[in-house]
């Protein structure tokens, strides 16, 4: 299924967007995509976060920075107190009004680190979320003057999450080569990224970044906050995820295009990251990209 463009709601005297959306029967899927990074603070909900190749569980407080042009959605479950409505405060803002905010306040620069990790998405840490919620929230009440104050505040927490979770999604453009500046790793990164379906060795991938095996574990879990191992197969399974929702291949025939020789292996490995099979998975979430 092909994200639709979203085109942001602009006001004339403001820069950047706030969405107060309040839902009494859902979190509808709408498969979309626009030019805005977009930061979701999902409240009063459980059901699946999609973006781009991955699909994850998300919970009351879910906290995401999606990247320009991702595909994503969410897709509610079930209400946690059933008398409130299914909440999503929203914030867009562009990728040159954030580079603008860089340049004006040095005091910001930590926030370029934040946007390249969020070219695909980022997640953000349990405590960052609760610690932001009441700052969020109250931005709705607020003027437009007061709620600039508040974003910078969240933007700059933001920066500090050091928990924060990189969302690594299959085929999107350059997202991991903006991870760091260690062209090393980036150069790794774009190798990764252009080959994970094939069979990827540590002490190749560690010769490339011209460091020694374990030099190069140390590096790569610095600048991605997971092993090498461990990313490759986020990429594979994000793959599959897609192939299952998306056509009626079979199992066995994913499992080899995505990189695995072993389908029990793919099948473990799969229902690991997701919960559940990858049959589970196609019934599960398959109608939505009918």
Known sequence: MKPSFEQVPTDANTSWTLLNRRLADAIPFEWH????YELTLTL??????????????YEDGDLVLVGPNVP???????RIDPAKPYIALVIWFSEAWAESLVKLCPEMGALRTVLSAAQ????????????????IE??????????????????????????ARK??????????????????????????????TSALGLPALAEMAC??????HRMFRKHTRCTALDYIVRLRIGHAC???????????????????SSQALFNRQFKTLKGVTPSEFRRQHGHHFQ
């Open 44 to 57: 009063n909900s459980r059901g699946h976060r999609y973006i781009s190749n991955d699909v994850a569980l």
């Open 242 to 260: 897609s192939l299952l929702m998306q056509g009626n291949l079979a199992v066995s025939m994913i499992a080899e295009q995505v990189g695995y």
């Open 72 to 78: 994503h959605s969410w897709s509610s479950v079930e």
């Open 120 to 135: 695909t998405a980022l997640h953000f840490s349990d405590a960052t979320s609760q610690e932001l919620r009441p700052i």
């Open 33 to 36: 995509h626009h030019p805005e």
């Open 138 to 163: 109250s931005m709705v009440d607020q003027d437009a003057s007061q709620r600039l104050v508040s974003l910078l505040v969240v933007l700059n927490k933001l920066s500090q999450d050091a928990n």
């Open 167 to 196: 969302i690594a999604a299959a085929r999107i453009p350059d997202a991991a080569s903006q991870v760091t500046e260690d062209a090393r790793i980036r150069r790794v990164l774009d190798y990764i990224h252009a080959h994970y």
């Open 211 to 216: 460091v020694s095996v374990s030099a190069f």
